[in-house]
C-alpha cells in the first residue's frame, strides 16, 4: 500500500466509514449464574456492575495481580462475551478453569465459531443503523453491545473516532 493509499484509507475511517475485517480474535463465553462475580475476580475493572447491553475494558490478573490479557468484556443476558487479540483463548480458558470450585460458571472458546469486521468512522453509525436497523447507540454511554440475529454490534471507539464491531458466526 503506497503513502497516498494509507492517507486515504485513514481518512475514510475517521471521517466516513471503513470497514476492515479482524480475523482470528480470541472470543470467550462465560454463562452461569456466577459468571459476574467470578470474572469480577480476575478483572481490574468491575465487572459485577455491568447491566445487560454495557461492557468495559480491562485486564485479566493473576492472584498476584500480573497482568495476563487485556479484554473487552460484554454483558448479554445469559452471558459474558470476552473479546482480545488472537491466540489467547487457552491461556485464558486454562487460567479461569483453575479456579472454577462449586461456582455455577461454564468457559467456551468461540474463536472458531465467530468472525469479527470493525467499522470506524463518523458516518459508521449511520451505516449500520441503515443496513442492519440497529438502534442508535446513546451518546458518550461507553463500551455497548446490541444483538443482531445470531450475531451482535459492539460499540468501541479507539480514540475520539467512533468504532463498532460486527460479530457473528462464521457461516
Known amino acids: 500500500m503506497t503513502a ?11 471521517h466516513r466509514a471503513a470497514v476492515i475485517p479482524l480475523p482470528g480474535r480470541t472470543h470467550l463465553e462465560i454463562t452461569g449464574a456466577d459468571r459476574a462475580a467470578f470474572l469480577h475476580n480476575f478483572c481490574t475493572n468491575h465487572i459485577k456492575g455491568l447491566s445487560v447491553g454495557q461492557g468495559c475494558e480491562a485486564f485479566v490478573t493473576n492472584i498476584k495481580g ?4 487485556h479484554v473487552l468484556v460484554y454483558a448479554d443476558s445469559e452471558r459474558l462475551l470476552l473479546e482480545t487479540v488472537p491466540g489467547q483463548a487457552t491461556a485464558l480458558l486454562s487460567h479461569l478453569d483453575r479456579y472454577i470450585i462449586t461456582e455455577d460458571v461454564q468457559l467456551a472458546d468461540r474463536s ?8 470506524s468512522g463518523s458516518e459508521s453509525e449511520g451505516v449500520l443503523k441503515s443496513t442492519l436497523g440497529i438502534p442508535e447507540f446513546a451518546p458518550g454511554a ?4 446490541v444483538p443482531v440475529g445470531e450475531g451482535s454490534v459492539r460499540r468501541f471507539s479507539l480514540g475520539a473516532v467512533p468504532g463498532y464491531s460486527i460479530v457473528g458466526p462464521v457461516d
Open 142 to 145: 461507553g463500551v455497548r453491545i
Open 66 to 69: 500480573r497482568i495476563l490479557g
Open 4 to 14: 497516498a493509499e494509507t492517507r486515504s484509507l485513514l481518512d475514510t475511517a475517521i
Open 112 to 119: 472458531t465459531e465467530w468472525t469479527q469486521l470493525f467499522i
